[in-house]
């Protein structure tokens, strides 16, 4: 490993929850608090604990249910005693919540959000943070009282700009890593932050999980939000 790479590791590493501060997160969701993350090299074990004889919970795969660039966030590294640096990352599959550990190798270079959003189900409010000053805010419609937006602290995995302005997505789109109770639920039942074309149900309860965001504030909100951004739903 050159120097330079290692001297980037170290940066981002740094910011990465050490283990003894950890708080058990919401059950259902991932303690996302860095924003480092990364793309996965390769396909590789997902394994319990930092060991290679631990039990595979899951594998890396490349592309989300759309087709874009899988995004994995880095949690926290361990070394072993062979000296191999492992990273314990966030792993999106249904149910929510899965977490694992893969060797670095496994991953492409590390990046870091400096963004977060925090979604209000109860004030019907979404607010993005950079480096912990509001940027961006916005009513919202969030999930049914019967099929409701999950709870939790998830991820950004993917924005696209979406086919057809005009429907039901709206202009833009994202898709986390939170996942919708619906078992039918189409594309996966990936909850995502999108525009919309019945701009009059926000506030509101109407969707079946997806957070609705009005068309104007959806085409700011992609300017400003990466993918890796940590997002906290209330």
Known sequence: MSMAKIALLTSIVAVLVPLSATAAPLAGSVAVKSGTWAHPDFK???RKSPSSTAQRVASTHYLTEDKFPEVYPVLRSFVDDNGGLWYQIGVPVRPNGLTGWVREAALGPLSRAHT????DRKRLRATLYRN???IWHSRIGVGKRNTPTPAGQFWIREK???????GSYGPRAFGTSNYSRLSDWPGGGVIGI????EPGLIPGRPSHGCIRVPNSAV?????LMPVGTPVEIR
């Open 132 to 134: 912990g000053t509001r």
């Open 160 to 166: 696209f700009k979406v086919a057809d302005p005009g």
């Open 194 to 197: 999108h525009g919309t074309n």
């Open 116 to 119: 977060r959003l925090l979604v």
């Open 44 to 46: 590789a074990a997902i």
């Open 219 to 223: 085409l700011r909100l992609y300017k």
